[in-house]
């Protein structure tokens, strides 16, 4: 399997916003989730978002009301958008795709939010 392309990336000051969008080349039909998890230095890769086939979202509690997942099928395409940005978000963010036969991971993206 192709890793999905991510981009969106980038320094950002606090409160400010970032789009996130990770393009992959598995057909629609074939994908379970897609979503990011993210990882800050010396710690675990932690859930940020998921979306299903189905349109159902799983966040992370520390993301709700700030961050939204969203898809565009016809560009097979997920985006994450991120508002009210804290540093505590700062992290490399990773794409992830599963299709049931695999888990596909993109090679992440770094967010910064300081000022």
């Known amino acids: 399997q192709e890793q999905p392309m991510e981009s969106g990336g980038g320094l950002v000051q606090p409160g400010g916003s970032l789009r996130l969008s990770c393009a992959t080349s598995e057909t629609i039909s074939s994908i379970y989730t897609m979503g990011w998890y993210r990882q800050a230095p010396g710690q675990r890769r932690e859930l940020v978002a998921t979306?299903?086939?189905?349109?159902?979202?799983v966040y992370s509690n520390s993301v709700k009301g700030r961050f939204t997942i969203s898809r565009d099928n016809a560009k097979r395409t997920v985006y994450l958008q991120m508002n009210s940005l804290k540093p505590e978000d700062t992290a490399v963010y990773y794409c992830?795709?599963?299709?049931?036969?695999?888990?596909?991971w993109g090679q992440g993206t770094q967010v910064t939010v300081s000022s």
């Open positions: 992830n795709v599963n299709t049931g036969r695999a888990i596909i």
């Open positions: 979306l299903t086939n189905g349109g159902v979202t």
